[in-house]
């Protein structure tokens, strides 16, 4: 933790007021300071922290079965509007998805910086996952070298694949666990469109899951994404959180027609 702004905050307010007071107020001053308060933001409000990482990764993840296609190039400049991105934003996307998708490129370092963003917030990590996943089946199932960057995330930000496997049903996606070599794309054969949402799969749960189940898988993600609970986020991550709290409410209130839950 940075000290130099309570530092020289308080030899300011020292040398100022001359008094025991002007120390103590140049003392919160200056942990103001350290703490960035003072610091201005990136225009659009979309961090540089937050931008480079996400779309270094995404160009990893397109790149990760062998080469980028014309269906994920258009879903990363999807994201891109989607975000509304100033055109300096938009150059500095455009810049680190292709240098994702080099061979020497350090996704790791990608992954480390998103955690980091994260701080250990679960629904930013949700939502982070959530912003990647039109590049992530792009072109339908997973295949292998995506499903190892995608696993490596989510266990960098604490979320369980089958977590991932609900959100992924959120947006009408079929999670498939065990992609493999005989998954392996043709790059002739046109993108699967997204499966009809199961209501079960949106709550995390099967056919077999019980009333209480079913109740409980509701309040728990209902809870984690909350739009009211994100603070001084992108606005664009706002949006799909409100998004995804609607699909949650109304896969619930399917689940209470066909199941008769009061």
Known sequence: MSITGKL???MLGFWLFRNVFGLI??????????MGLFKPRAS??????FLAPLFGLAGAIA????????????????????????????AEAIARFTAGKQGTFPAHLAIADLKTWC??????????????????????PLVQGKLLLVRKLCWSLNVH???????????????AAGGGAHQQRTHEAPPQAPAAKDSYAVLGLDASAS??????????????????????????????????????????????AERNIK
């Open 119 to 140: 701080r250990g917030r679960r629904d930013l990590a949700f939502l982070l996952l959530d912003m990647l996943l039109d590049v992530v089946y792009a072109e339908g």
């Open 44 to 49: 659009g409000g979309v961090s540089s922290s």
């Open 63 to 90: 790149k990760s079965d062998g080469r980028v296609s014309e269906q994920e190039i258009a879903a990363a400049e999807n994201l891109m509007v989607r975000m509304q991105l100033t055109p300096a934003q938009r």
């Open 25 to 34: 107020v140049g003392v919160f001053v200056g942990h103001l300071w350290d």
């Open 211 to 256: 009333v209480g189940d079913i109740k409980r898988a509701y309040r728990k993600l209902i809870s984690r994404h909350h739009p009211d609970k994100l603070g001084d986020v992108p606005e664009e991550l706002k949006r799909r959180a409100e998004e995804r709290a609607r699909e949650i409410n109304a896969a619930y209130e399917r689940l209470r």
């Open 161 to 175: 694949e089958r977590e991932l496997a609900a959100l992924a049903a959120m947006r009408g996606y079929a999670y």
């Open 8 to 10: 020289i905050g308080g």
